[in-house]
């Protein structure tokens, strides 16, 4: 079950810095696109689902 939602004190930037430190600790950086669709969800214009949706999509797209 997830975890309702809070509002968070952090900054945009705050939160981006602290998600990056652990995708790099596991050996996995996050690519420039990867941040600007975080920056989009954290913004509120799009759903980590549509970002999910959209590069699926551009997988099968390049499969394809």
């Known amino acids: 079950m997830a ?3 809070t ?3 952090r900054t945009e ?3 981006l810095a602290a998600a990056t430190a ?3 600790m596991a050996g996995m950086p996050p690519t420039d696109a ?3 669709a975080a920056r ?3 913004r509120g214009e799009t ?3 549509q970002e999910a949706a959209q590069l699926l999509a551009e ?4 499969r394809s």
């Open 3 to 5: 975890a309702p939602r």
């Open 7 to 9: 509002t968070d004190t």
């Open 13 to 15: 930037d705050e939160i």
């Open 22 to 24: 652990g995708h790099v």
């Open 34 to 36: 990867d941040v600007a």
């Open 40 to 42: 989009r969800v954290l």
């Open 47 to 49: 759903t980590a689902e």
């Open 59 to 62: 997988f099968r797209r390049r």
